[in-house]
């Protein structure tokens, strides 16, 4: 077996696989998607990180919708997403009566930009 792919396999088994790209740069989001960043600073800040996996008091958002599957086990689609955001899991709080569908939809375009 060659060496390089044992150690694939043992920084795989460690989590340290490959790294995502960056997010968006800020000076390139669309109107909706700057929108989105600041329903985020307003709302979602405290509790998640954008540049990172790591969380706070909730997990990190960096490369949400460039993964298969959340950190639920759930797929990284927005009807799940919406779900999570609107009804709350966990210690996530239900934020679906704090924000309007226009939010909402601007919060998820800042989202896929991570």
Known sequence: MQWWFVLLMVLAALGCGPSLPPSKPLDQLTPLEAQ?????VGRCARCHRVDSTSGLNGPGLFGLYRKKYLRNGAPANDDRVTDIIEHGRGMMPAMGNTMDE??????????HTL
Not at 102 to 111: G, P, V
């Open 102 to 111: 226009e939010q909402l939809q601007a919060l998820l375009a800042y989202l």
């Open 36 to 40: 989105g960043r600041q329903v985020f």
